[in-house]
């Protein structure tokens, strides 16, 4: 059973940094894309970031534009964990936060995901 579970959401001042955790069992590790996705209260899910396979582009990764330059994302291949560090955290980055996997990586996140986490929240606020 393929499983994946965020970890690290908590409430966070403007300009301050969060690291999450996506922790995966049940599948190949190395061989699935994935993507962080967000979704705030009343918006849509949008796409932040996605890292490829180890085995397809060599693990490249894409940022939404709203979050270039301040997010990172990496794989961890010892943990089987994908992470998003946050830094210069903005009140509009507020939302619950999903990873998923996913079947490409595309700078308009148009692959829809496979298996989701529960997601974890971040709030930011003064």
């Known amino acids: 059973e393929v499983q994946l579970v965020e970890s690290g959401g908590a409430w966070v001042r403007p300009g301050g940094s969060l690291r999450l955790s996506c922790a995966t069992s049940?599948?190949?590790?190395?061989?699935?894309?994935i993507d962080w996705f967000r979704q705030a209260p009343g918006k849509e899910r949008e796409g932040v970031s996605c890292?490829?396979?180890?085995?397809?582009?060599?693990?490249?990764?894409y940022y939404a534009d709203s979050v270039k330059g301040r997010f990172t994302i990496a794989r961890d291949s010892a943990k089987n964990t994908i992470y998003l560090q946050m830094t210069n955290l903005k009140p509009e980055d507020t939302a619950v936060y999903y990873c998923?996997?996913?079947?490409?990586?595309?700078?308009?996140?148009?692959?829809?995901?496979?298996?989701w986490g529960q997601g974890t929240q971040v709030p930011i606020s003064a």
């Open positions: 998923a996997t996913v079947g490409f990586c595309s700078w308009s996140f148009a692959s829809e995901p496979d298996y």
């Open positions: 049940g599948l190949a590790f190395n061989e699935y894309v």
């Open positions: 890292i490829s396979s180890i085995d397809g582009n060599g693990g490249s990764v």
